[in-house]
Nanobody
């Protein structure tokens, strides 16, 4: 059974920090590259950070130097994290975790709002 559960979002002032967590349950995730995506109102969903099973990472230019992705692979669950620092109002979005390749199932996401 496959399950993706994101948490850790909230309201934060500009310049603040948040740490998002994701539990990706199912053996299908264990060897796959995983990513954090976000979707702001009226915009397309975008990939902001990715991490491979080797631990190597990639970031969108808009978050490079501010966000850090990490993962912890357990037996049938991949725990994915996104440390977000120096947050900006344009980071406001619903954040999702998902494999970086095609995948039909999405979790509910977690809302991040950056506002004073």
């Amino acid at each position: 059974q496959v399950q993706l559960v994101e948490s850790g979002g909230g309201l934060v002032q500009p310049g603040g920090s948040l740490r998002l967590s994701c539990a990706a349950s199912g053996s299908i995730f264990s060897s796959r590259a995983m990513g954090w995506y976000r979707q702001a109102p009226g915009k397309r969903r975008e990939l902001v950070a990715a991490i491979f099973s080797s631990g190597s990472t990639n970031y969108a230019d808009s978050v490079k130097g501010r966000f850090t992705i990490s993962r912890d692979d357990a037996k049938n669950t991949v725990y994915l994290y996104l440390q977000m620092n120096s947050l900006k109002p344009e980071d406001t979005a619903v954040y999702y975790c998902n494999p970086t390749g095609p995948f039909d199932y999405w979790g509910q996401g977690t809302q991040v709002t950056v506002s004073s």
